[in-house]
C-alpha cells in the first residue's frame, strides 16, 4: 500500500524529555570552554527550552563569536549525558500504529546528536527522515523544516499531522497548515 500521509514528531520535549540531557550537555561544554555557568538547570528549562541554540546562548552568557564553538562542543557531551532522558512511550506506540499507513519524521531544532538518542532507545528504525537544524536555513519558529519533510515526501499539509510540544515549534506547525498536537508534560 502506497502511503499518502505523514506523521512528523518534533525530539526534544515531545519524543523525549531531553531538558536534563542537553542542560548538563551545554554546561559541561560551557565549562570546559572557560566561560562562567550563569544558569541552572531551572533557569534553562525556563528560558531556553524550545529556541535554537543561537537564541538562548546570549540567555546563557555565551558571546555571539563563541556560538558554533559551544554548540558543536555541546554536541561531544550529548551522549554520555542521554542517561538523563525519559521517553515518551505513549507517543512512539501511536507511531507505531501508524507507520504502515504514514510516513514518519522527526524535526527538530536539535542537532545531529537526534539520531543518537533514537539509536541509544531503539527508537531509529521507527523514522524513515529525520530533519535537524543542519538541513534547513531557518529553525523555529520558521516552518521550514516541517515543510522540508512534507516536500520530501509529496504529501500535502491537510495529509499531515505533527506532535510538537514547545511555543516555537507550535507556531512553526500552525504555519503550515497542517493538523497539530500538542504534547504537555508526559509522565
Known sequence: MEKSKLVICDLDGTLFDTRRVNYMAYREAIERAG?????????????????????FLPIMGVPENRFEEIHDAKKLYYEENLKYA???THLFNIIKAMKNEYHTA?????SSNSKDILRYFGRLELFDVIFTIDDVKNGKPDPEGFLKA??????????TIIFEDSDVGLAA??????????????K
Open 35 to 55: 566561560l562562567p555557568v550563569i544558569f541552572d538547570y531551572d533557569i534553562y528549562v525556563e528560558k531556553c527550552w524550545g529556541p535554537t541554540y543561537r537564541g
Open 86 to 88: 525519559t521517553e515518551n
Open 106 to 110: 522527526v524535526v527538530t531544532s536539535g
Open 150 to 159: 512534507m516536500e520530501y515526501f509529496k504529501v500535502k499539509p491537510e495529509d
Open 173 to 186: 506547525a500552525r504555519k503550515t497548515g497542517a493538523s497539530i498536537c500538542v504534547v504537555d508534560d508526559f
